[in-house]
């Protein structure tokens, strides 16, 4: 998992490490964890 992203840009947004970081609506959070994934 050691993908290199360069980010630039006035104040970009912090790095989302996992599924959860992304604050996604709850269907979709559960259709991503029935399906095994985690990061």
């Known amino acids: 998992d050691d993908i290199m ?3 630039s840009g006035v104040s ?3 790095a989302i490490s996992t599924f959860d ?5 709850e ?5 991503i964890s029935k399906s ?3 990061k």
């Open 36 to 38: 095994g994934y985690i």
């Open 27 to 31: 269907s979709l959070r559960k259709s």
């Open 5 to 7: 992203v360069e980010v």
């Open 12 to 14: 970009p947004p912090q």
């Open 21 to 25: 970081d992304a604050e996604l609506c």
